[in-house]
């Protein structure tokens, strides 16, 4: 009877394990969204925005960061998790270039699509603001 027992509680604890891994595993590998719609606080002409043809492309540190314990910018890690642009990038930041995620969003997105034009990044509105 004790080795029924046991046999059961074994074969219990590795399906918990195996589902523990399974889990972790695709939270681990989550790249989010293959296509979003971003929208600045007043809801404004979103932006259609191709995040796995980004992914293809780029790393993840080219458009996300965090922040460090001084409140300011830090490197991205691997693996970190993704938090929204206007949880930092809003009307309570004191840096008027960065106080808003249409600003911030204007910045990094049309500034890298200029330098990546040659590569054939568009750099008309319309691209991304979609009638």
Same mark, same amino acid.
């Given at each position: 009877?004790?080795?029924?027992?046991?046999?059961?509680?074994?074969?219990?604890?590795?399906?918990?394990?195996?589902?523990?891994?399974?889990?972790?595993?695709?939270?681990?590998?989550?790249?989010?969204?293959?296509?979003?719609?971003?929208?600045?606080?007043?809801?404004?002409?979103?932006?259609?925005?191709?995040?796995?043809?980004?992914?293809?492309?780029?790393?993840?540190?080219?458009?996300?960061?965090?922040?460090?314990?001084?409140?300011? *910018?830090?490197?991205?890690?691997?693996?970190? #998790?993704? +938090? =929204? %642009?206007?949880? @930092? $990038?809003? /009307?309570?930041? !004191?840096?008027? *270039?960065?106080?808003?995620?249409?600003?911030? #969003?204007? +910045? =990094? %997105?049309?500034? @890298? $699509?200029? /330098?990546?034009? !040659?590569?054939?990044?568009?750099?008309?509105?319309?691209?991304?603001?979609?009638?």
């Amino acid at each position: 009877m004790k080795k029924f027992v046991f046999a059961v509680v074994f074969a219990v604890a590795l399906v918990f394990a195996f589902n523990f891994a399974v889990v972790g595993v695709s939270t681990a590998n989550d790249k989010g969204p293959a296509e979003m719609v971003l929208k600045t606080e007043a809801g404004k002409k979103p932006a259609t925005f191709p995040h796995a043809a980004h992914q293809a492309k780029n790393p993840c540190s080219e458009c996300h960061h965090s922040k460090g314990a001084d409140g300011k *910018k830090a490197a991205y890690v691997e693996g970190q #998790a993704i +938090e =929204k %642009c206007v949880t @930092c $990038h809003n /009307a309570d930041s !004191a840096n008027e *270039k960065l106080n808003s995620f249409k600003k911030v #969003a204007h +910045e =990094k %997105c049309k500034g @890298c $699509h200029k /330098a990546k034009k !040659a590569e054939g990044a568009s750099t008309k509105c319309a691209t991304c603001h979609k009638k």
